[in-house]
């Protein structure tokens, strides 16, 4: 537990000051392209823990002890007096345009790591889990849609859906509109079907708490096919004839379609012989195998020990394959792909937002430092693809904050230099002050709230 939390604030603290130097950086960039000159580079808040001031302007780079945000300071005349021969490079003397570039540069940055992110993952290949339908519930939407377990989702709404992850964001995206979700299903035989998704009764639900597998009544496909691996030279499998490759489609009659079921089969009957009938090269045969026997330890309900049922195999690592689809591509197709993501995501999340508003989406979805430091312990112990991912999403969210229309952010400096360009003059220092206020609560209840939201969930059940 105390590994995997310091693995967790270790991962945050990586992240989030890299996302916020992406961010700053873009500033920066864009101010010195612009003339204007950058006073202070920092990257987090509180006491300065490193300084240095270089180059031809002696700008003052800081790292200061609280990873959790940064700032660009320009030259302004709003902020301090400014000499006469600085006056062309002070931030209010600049263009419009220039205002506004150097404003949308730092959010433009951290969509553009995004990009630049999923390009790279593209490129190394990424392993996600396939899209083929598991369980079923009985009397569910999936149910009454005609989902049958085995089905691969082929499509969503005429979008591609490669792996679990796509088929499920473009249910999510789609049912922030319409409910109705029209889905191309393919069988084992592959023979395609058009179905809908009727998920109008349960969109609050999934929009709330994020459970689409369980409104839908559907799971993705999870356990493994019957496919026989090494068999030990001495065991029942071997002198009943199984070799390596083999396929179990039945036994004793009863039809065998996953790897548990043959290990539930031949566990509970020891001493058995029993029939049968396997796939080898694309052909049926039927072997009979005596079961062997051997004691286990008992469990809680049993008062000794029990005899199982075992025949000497192994499970193929081919059994495996065909839960998950590798996604691998040049540098062409990989650099479109990473632009699509990021802008499916950035689409995918302002529609998000606009349903908070309307109440469509409950609050509880958002996450604080917390839950990103949580996502991220995780993400860092999978693999570096993951964390990859995980820094592409955060960055476009942190994109996508500082582009609201809230005072302090961004978006708000933005509309206040757009008010000012209509107006043909500054807004009045006691009106930015009272504004400035506003968006200093909006952020501090924004806060507030994702921060109980990670402590709901840090202490809640599965939390």
């Given amino acids: 537990m105390l590994v995997d939390t310091l693995i967790a604030i270790g991962a945050f603290v990586l992240a989030i000051s890299l996302l916020v130097a992406v961010h700053e950086w873009g500033h920066y960039i864009a101010a010195r392209m612009s003339k204007v000159r950058v006073l202070e580079f920092s990257i987090g808040f509180g006491p300065a823990i490193w300084r240095r001031k270089a ?199 009863e039809d065998i379609g996953t790897w548990r079921q043959w290990v539930e089969y031949v566990r509970s009957r020891p001493g058995e012989n029993v029939p049968v009938t396997v796939e080898r090269n694309g052909t049926e045969r039927r072997l009979h195998v005596l079961i062997g026997s051997r004691e286990e330890a008992a469990g809680e309900d049993a008062a000794g020990p029990v005899s199982i049922g075992f025949v000497g195999v192994m499970q193929s690592p081919e059994a495996r394959s065909h839960l998950f689809v590798t996604q691998r591509f040049g540098p062409v197709e990989a650099l479109e792909r990473g632009i699509r993501e990021t802008g499916r995501i950035t689409g995918l999340t302002f529609r998000v937002l606009g349903n908070m508003f309307t109440g469509d989406v409950s609050l509880r979805t958002l996450n604080g430092p917390v839950g990103i430091a949580r996502y991220a312990g995780e993400a860092v112990q999978i693999s570096g693809v993951a964390f990859l991912t995980f820094l592409a999403l955060v960055s476009v969210s942190l994109g996508i904050l500082n582009l609201l229309p809230i005072p302090i952010l961004d978006g708000g400096q933005i509309v206040n230099q757009t008010i000012e360009r209509l107006r043909g003059r500054p807004i009045r220092e006691r009106t930015q002050l009272a504004v400035q206020r506003l968006g200093v609560a909006l952020v501090l209840t924004i806060m507030f709230v994702a921060l109980f939201n990670d402590i709901s969930g840090f202490f809640g059940p599965g939390g």
């Fill in 55 to 253: 180059g031809t302007d002696q700008t003052e780079y800081q790292l200061r002890a609280l990873p959790v945000g940064g700032y660009v300071r320009l030259l302004d005349e709003r902020e301090g007096p400014v000499a006469e021969e600085e006056l062309h490079r002070s931030f209010n003397r600049r263009p419009y345009w220039q205002r506004i570039f150097i404003l949308a540069a730092g959010p433009g940055m951290n969509f553009l790591f995004a990009i630049v992110a999923y390009w790279a993952i593209f490129m190394v290949g990424i392993q996600a889990t396939a899209p083929l339908v598991g369980g079923v519930a009985p009397g569910s939407v999936a149910e009454q849609a005609g989902l049958r377990s085995g089905d691969r989702i082929v499509a969503v709404e005429e979008r591609e859906s490669p792996t679990w992850q796509a088929a499920v964001m473009a249910i999510v995206d789609q049912i922030l509109g319409d409910p109705s979700v029209q889905m191309t299903v393919e069988d084992d035989q592959g023979a395609r079907r058009e179905l809908v998704l009727d998920l109008s009764g349960q969109k609050k639900d999934i929009l709330a708490n994020g459970n689409l597998f369980a409104a839908a009544g559907l799971e993705p496909m999870t356990d493994s096919r019957p496919i026989l691996g090494d068999i030990l030279p001495d065991g029942p499998a071997a002198a009943a004839g199984f070799v390596p490759g083999d396929r179990v489609v039945s036994a004793g009659g």
